[in-house]
């Protein structure tokens, strides 16, 4: 499913982020970056060495915050590693640092001029942010951002590549009710 967030496309499809060939994946990360289980596992080994090499020297990352490192031998070009919030109760500043994570690692795609962006469900695995609380919070970031971005070139597609079916309905759910 695909709708226009300005001049610019928001899609929500169902598949492997490690397989998509667009400019950047953005990597569910902990905070040290050197790699862990979920999406951010699958991101290290499917790109290989060169990505944690990278990524040692970044020195880790903030919540909220994301870095960027090539893309290894994934079909991207580049990674973008945001670190989500570890889900309490929704009232820790989980949903400002959730929104956060989507904006920084669009920022930095803008930064490196990229065009294309596939992001997972942050924080919604290991970390335990509800689907429907997220779906909604990632929606309504990028398209803010992307109808804010003007004219410029840059970024002219973000995709959402969810994992699984209930992920990937909470998903298209936000994108119905946000656009």
Do not use: W
């Not at 880790?60 to 945001?82: F, N, W, Y």
């Not at 400002?96 to 795609?109: D, F, G, P, T, Y």
């Not at 951002?145 to 990937?168: H, I, K, M, T, W």
């Amino acid at each position: 499913m695909e709708r226009s967030a300005g001049n610019r496309i928001i899609e929500v499809v169902q598949g492997d982020i490690t397989l998509e060939t667009v400019d950047a994946i953005v990597n569910a990360a902990n905070s040290s970056l050197l790699g862990g289980g979920g999406v951010d596992g699958a991101i290290h080994r499917a790109g290989g060495p060169a990505i944690l090499e990278e990524c040692r020297a970044l020195n880790g990352c903030q919540t909220g915050d994301a870095k960027i490192t090539t893309g290894g031998r994934l079909p991207a070009k580049h990674v973008i590693h945001t670190v989500g919030p570890i889900y309490t109760n929704g009232r820790q500043g989980e949903p400002e640092a959730l929104a956060s994570c989507h904006r920084r690692s669009l920022e930095v795609a803008v930064e490196h001029g990229l065009k294309t962006v596939a992001f997972p469900a942050i924080s919604c695995g290991v970390y335990g942010y509800p689907i429907s609380e997220a779906a909604p919070i990632a929606i309504q970031t990028v398209a803010g951002f992307l109808q804010g971005a003007g004219q410029e070139p840059a970024l002219a597609r973000v995709r959402f590549v969810l994992f699984s079916d209930n992920v990937y309905g909470a998903f298209e759910q936000a994108v119905r009710a946000c656009l």
